[in-house]
């Protein structure tokens, strides 16, 4: 079976358990029973720090290196292949680095270092506004800021996939609107089955999908209409049906969330969740054409 997963949290989770041989919600060796699977690999450098506030990003820094270090020890070991450009997928486990949220970054050339490291994913925010733009939990939305535009713009350039999710809606709807790549909100729900600040209404949906994006069904409890497996088979359902197949896909943020929904215990418990959808074959080619897509643009300016 393929898994292609829009945001595990395994570095975050690596601080304080086993995610190599564990058995709670995801771990390499779970990963170990799909024959192919694409994990976008979160690096979330707010852990610990959160409403510290700008003066702390030395230390927002020396995190997201230590989690990006953790992926690049596992792939040194032989345990996964990370994807870098179009075509690195291999049978057995990748891992696409993401930032979860741009708080880290100075200004927007900073993703030129962060791409040497092997990122290849960027959300805008995460639940705090930052210089490039508001989150969903501001007091004011004010979308992207002048960098937060020059940002998405070298995103572009550089190959890297520009993720909204945790941000506002003025911001996804400017992110969609000048993006020249799909834009994808990993780990995210639809706001017509439950109103919750996380979730996507139907025009940030409808955005997402005219860049040719994806939205990536999460299995945060309180972003679902009822705490189970059916609450994410809904949001599925009405993604898929109402905004088309081709940009549904799953992003259930295992080893980021306390609590898992009922019926969805662990990351195997996928096959369930695409028995109850069907449309196996569109979770897995979705993310897959947005990486290609996106990751092109870098090889064709590299060659």
């Given at each position: 079976m393929r898994l292609a997963d829009l945001h595990e949290d395994l570095a975050y989770a690596s601080m304080r358990a086993d995610v190599i041989n564990g058995n709670a919600q995801s771990s390499i060796s779970m990963l170990r029973n799909f024959e192919h699977a694409l994990v976008f690999a979160a690096v979330f450098p707010r852990v610990e720090l959160r409403g510290v506030g700008k003066t702390a990003r030395p230390a927002l820094m020396k995190l997201l290196l230590e989690q990006v270090r953790f992926y690049l020890e596992l792939e040194r070991a032989g345990l996964v292949n990370i994807v870098r450009r179009e075509g690195d997928l291999r049978p057995g486990i990748n891992l696409l680095l993401s930032i979860e949220g741009a708080?880290?970054?100075?200004?927007?050339?900073?993703?030129?270092?962060?791409?040497?490291?092997?990122v290849r994913a960027i959300g805008i925010t995460w639940n705090e506004d930052n210089r490039f733009a508001s989150s969903c939990m501001t007091?004011?939305?004010?979308?992207?800021?002048?960098?937060?535009?020059?940002?998405?713009?070298?995103?572009?350039?550089?190959?890297?996939?520009?993720?909204?999710?945790?941000?506002?809606?003025?911001?996804?709807?400017?992110?969609?609107?000048?993006?020249k790549k799909p834009v994808i909100a990993s780990h995210a729900n639809a706001a017509a089955l439950k109103g919750h600040k996380r979730n996507l209404d139907d025009e940030e949906i409808e955005a997402i999908v005219r860049t040719g994006g994806v939205i990536g069904v999460t299995a945060i409890r309180e972003t679902l209409?009822?705490?189970?497996?059916?609450?994410?088979?809904?949001?599925?359902?009405?993604?898929?049906?109402?905004?088309?197949?081709?940009?549904?896909?799953?992003?259930?943020?295992m080893l980021g969330i306390d609590e898992t929904p009922s019926g969805f215990e662990n990351i195997l418990m996928i096959s369930k969740l695409v028995e109850a959808v069907g449309h196996g074959d569109e979770l897995w080619e979705n993310p897959l054409r947005v990486v290609n897509e996106t990751l092109r643009a870098d090889r064709v300016k590299n060659t």
């Amino acid at each position: 079976m393929r898994l292609a997963d829009l945001h595990e949290d395994l570095a975050y989770a690596s601080m304080r358990a086993d995610v190599i041989n564990g058995n709670a919600q995801s771990s390499i060796s779970m990963l170990r029973n799909f024959e192919h699977a694409l994990v976008f690999a979160a690096v979330f450098p707010r852990v610990e720090l959160r409403g510290v506030g700008k003066t702390a990003r030395p230390a927002l820094m020396k995190l997201l290196l230590e989690q990006v270090r953790f992926y690049l020890e596992l792939e040194r070991a032989g345990l996964v292949n990370i994807v870098r450009r179009e075509g690195d997928l291999r049978p057995g486990i990748n891992l696409l680095l993401s930032i979860e949220g741009a708080d880290v970054l100075g200004d927007a050339g900073d993703l030129l270092l962060l791409r040497e490291l092997g990122v290849r994913a960027i959300g805008i925010t995460w639940n705090e506004d930052n210089r490039f733009a508001s989150s969903c939990m501001t007091r004011k939305d004010y979308g992207l800021t002048g960098e937060g535009e020059e940002l998405v713009r070298l995103a572009n350039e550089l190959g890297v996939i520009v993720d909204v999710a945790h941000a506002s809606k003025r911001t996804v709807l400017d992110v969609a609107s000048i993006s020249k790549k799909p834009v994808i909100a990993s780990h995210a729900n639809a706001a017509a089955l439950k109103g919750h600040k996380r979730n996507l209404d139907d025009e940030e949906i409808e955005a997402i999908v005219r860049t040719g994006g994806v939205i990536g069904v999460t299995a945060i409890r309180e972003t679902l209409p009822s705490p189970t497996i059916q609450g994410m088979v809904d949001n599925l359902k009405y993604i898929g049906e109402s905004f088309g197949w081709g940009h549904v896909a799953v992003g259930t943020d295992m080893l980021g969330i306390d609590e898992t929904p009922s019926g969805f215990e662990n990351i195997l418990m996928i096959s369930k969740l695409v028995e109850a959808v069907g449309h196996g074959d569109e979770l897995w080619e979705n993310p897959l054409r947005v990486v290609n897509e996106t990751l092109r643009a870098d090889r064709v300016k590299n060659t």
